[in-house]
């Protein structure tokens, strides 16, 4: 897999708040200045007085053309529309004002698919990235490699929380960290089916965007976390 796509692809998008994860430096320029589209989000004046997805404004994965191409079905609950991975590998729920950019998307060798998508609750000053990096097909003799490794990009050095869940085997954990403009909230798991050598990396990271007037912790925010977590499903191929 190509390491600049697993790494700076992320770097790329929490430098648009002004975080930085320090790996792969030659990349963070090109990327921060192609990340402009997702800042567009942000409201102007007393528009982000109105609450989260509420605003119409927000709506905007059945109006982003890139996005809507991942949406296989809307509203499957207030809020949230369905989305299916380009290799037809995995499914999850996505914010209705979540928004997918098409440089933060790639397929490598019909067998790898990475997609980051961003979210802003604006009523909070808060915006969020979710990175999945999904793998056709894997051999199980690395299973614990790619663990291994997977904790080294995401800056942790504990162990994970293990359980089994829609068939599913997940190993996920959750940190505080201080970015360079303040905290940096990591929510992160590998996912691996039981029965097929699937296997799915997801990362949710929180940032605040408006100074002291936002404030993040692991328990406000681990409930849309897991939500989004918890959904995803890997399909049969």
Avoid at 9 to 38: D, F, H, K, M, Y
Avoid at 166 to 192: A, C, M, P, Q, R
Avoid at 201 to 222: K, M, P, R, T
Wanted: glycine content about 6%; proline content about 2%.
């Amino acid at each position: 897999m190509k390491t600049w796509l697993r790494i700076s692809t992320l770097c790329a998008v929490l430098l648009i708040v002004g975080c930085n994860t320090a790996n792969n430096q030659q990349e963070l320029e090109e990327e921060e200045e192609q990340e402009g589209p997702s800042t567009e989000q942000m409201p102007e004046d007393d528009e982000a007085e109105q609450e989260g997805v509420d605003n119409e404004d927000d709506r905007l994965a059945v109006e982003h053309e890139f996005t809507k191409s991942f949406l296989v079905e809307t509203d499957v609950e207030p809020g949230f529309h369905q989305i299916r991975g380009k290799l037809d590998g995995f499914e999850m729920v996505i914010p209705e004002n979540g928004v997918i950019s098409d440089l933060l998307h790639a397929i490598e060798n019909n067998a790898i698919e990475t997609l980051i998508y961003t979210f802003n609750n604006h009523n909070e000053q808060k915006q969020y990235h979710v990175k999945l990096m999904y793998y056709r097909k894997y051999p199980e003799e690395v299973k614990q490699n790619y663990l291994n490794v997977f904790k080294d990009e995401v800056g942790f050095d504990g162990e994970y929380q293990y359980e089994e869940a829609n068939d599913l085997e997940i190993y996920h954990e959750s940190y505080e960290d201080d970015g360079e403009y303040g905290l940096v909230l990591k929510y992160f798991s590998y996912i691996f089916s039981k029965h097929r050598n699937q296997a799915i990396s997801y990362e949710f990271i929180g940032v605040c965007q408006g100074g002291e007037e936002c404030s993040l912790s692991l328990e406000e925010e681990a409930e849309m976390a897991e939500k989004l977590m918890y959904s995803i499903r890997l399909l049969d191929q």
